[in-house]
């Protein structure tokens, strides 16, 4: 399904209402991350739409798209509107693309392929997880000729890092995205409550498990300790992970039922997934390995967007991580204004976080933002109608978005400026 310009979607949706038929997947926001949840497990629920501590940076980033308000133009004449733009020498239908999100295998089976098909059907771009439930070079193969990133996470183990921009590079993504505020798992009440974490049932590892240079610590016995951390007692419940953690692993559970290499890949896993140690020096290394234009995601003040700058990132994304690292981090849209004064146009920034519908598209590219990521809706779409649910969040969105910015007088993304909103200081 390509998209479908407003006008066109609004009549056939009503029209399509004369014969009692209405959208499975809804519009409102709220309502959809309602329906998310009847549909997905306690487990699954609270990794997904949780944050860090009392969640007060998930509701923040909610409350400072609040606090500023449109102010439309009339009569501007906007029966040609073209909201394309331009990234990296990459022509972009719409600023928007969608959001690297862990585990999506929490959903369903192939949950990653399924977003990447739903973004080759619309045009929208996608960020590969480094955290991904299915190898990246499957999901490349999903998406055609549509545009693809790579997030990544610096791992304890350097060979692996180079390993995973090689393997990006040949699958066609055409840019890294160093995300840098995860060098530690944020405090997560709902998942400590339940005492649940995905990647110990071997789930969302997939990059790894899938790489050489993985794969070689694996045959070494690097897996086999877990420095320090103790082991489970021997319970029923213990022996039914165990056994989910083999179903998940490649080759599904017969192949694996009585190989020790799905308990020792997660070991290995958690042993080194994460560098607590990453520093800017990583940057400086990072752009030695690649030609490809480098994102530093997790920035959130003026002097670590210049610090990337300096170490010759291409781009920044203020992001907080929806709220999942930093309980009481500012709000990513209060945090874009300072650094895009730091940083003038062209230099790219984009933001992730808080984003909802397509006013909030409008009012990120009207405080400085050159395009948006899009994260948990696409996922509650996904957990709802699988490919067609993302594609319908991806529709909704950007249909919104086209007919706020041409209500509010705004015919290219070039005239969605400051003067277009106001925001509240209280």
Not at 138 to 150: I, P
Not at 172 to 189: E, F, K, M, P
Request: charged share 20%; glycine share 8%; net charge positive.
């Amino acid at each position: 399904m390509a998209y479908i310009d407003a006008l066109q979607r609004q009549k056939t949706i009503f029209l399509t209402g004369m014969s009692g038929k209405r959208a499975a997947v809804p519009f409102h926001a709220d309502e959809l991350r309602a329906a998310a949840k009847k549909r997905l497990s306690a487990h699954a629920w609270a990794y997904l739409a949780g944050g860090a501590g009392d969640e007060l940076s998930v509701a923040a980033n909610r409350t400072a798209f609040s606090k500023v308000s449109i102010r439309p133009r009339m009569m501007r004449g906007d029966a040609s509107p073209d909201f394309s733009t331009r990234l990296f020498g990459q022509d972009l239908a719409f600023p928007l693309l969608l959001a690297p999100i862990g585990v999506l295998d929490l959903i369903c089976p192939e949950a990653d392929r399924l977003v990447a098909r739903a973004c080759r059907e619309v045009g929208v771009p996608f960020i590969f997880s480094n955290q991904a439930g299915t190898p990246m070079e499957l999901c490349a193969q999903d998406m055609g000729d549509t545009s693809r990133w790579f997030q990544l996470y610096w791992s304890k183990s350097d060979d692996l890092v180079r390993s995973f921009v090689q393997r990006a590079e040949a699958c066609g993504c055409s840019a890294i995205v160093l995300t840098v505020d995860t060098t530690l798992l944020g405090w997560r009440n709902r998942d400590l409550k339940l005492a649940y974490l995905p990647f110990l049932r071997g789930m969302g590892i997939a990059q790894y498990t899938s790489d050489p240079v993985f794969n070689a610590l694996l045959a070494e016995g690097e897996g086999m300790a877990m420095s320090g951390t103790p082991k489970p007692a021997v319970t029923w419940a213990t022996i039914g992970n165990l056994l989910r953690l083999k179903a998940n692993y490649p080759g599904g559970l017969v192949k694996n039922l009585l190989r020790k290499a799905p308990l020792e890949a997660v070991r290995l896993f958690v042993n080194i997934y994460s560098n607590p140690a990453l520093s800017w020096d990583q940057v400086y290394e990072l752009r030695q390995q690649t030609q490809l234009p480098i994102l530093i995601k997790g920035i959130l003040r003026a002097d670590d967007a210049l610090k990337a700058v300096d170490a010759g990132a291409d781009g920044i994304i203020v992001s907080n991580h929806g709220g999942r690292q930093v309980d009481g981090a500012i709000p990513t849209l209060d945090a874009l204004l300072g650094i895009r004064k730091a940083l003038p146009k062209p230099y790219p920034v984009l933001l992730d976080s808080g984003i909802r519908s397509g006013s909030d598209l409008f009012k990120a590219l009207a405080l400085g933002a050159d395009a948006v990521l899009l994260g948990r809706p696409y996922a509650y779409g996904l957990s709802i109608a699988g490919q067609q649910g993302v594609e319908a969040v991806l529709q909704n969105f950007l249909n919104d978005f086209e007919l706020t910015a041409r209500l509010a007088g705004c015919r290219r993304v070039s005239e969605i400026n400051e003067d277009m909103v106001s925001v509240r200081s209280e």
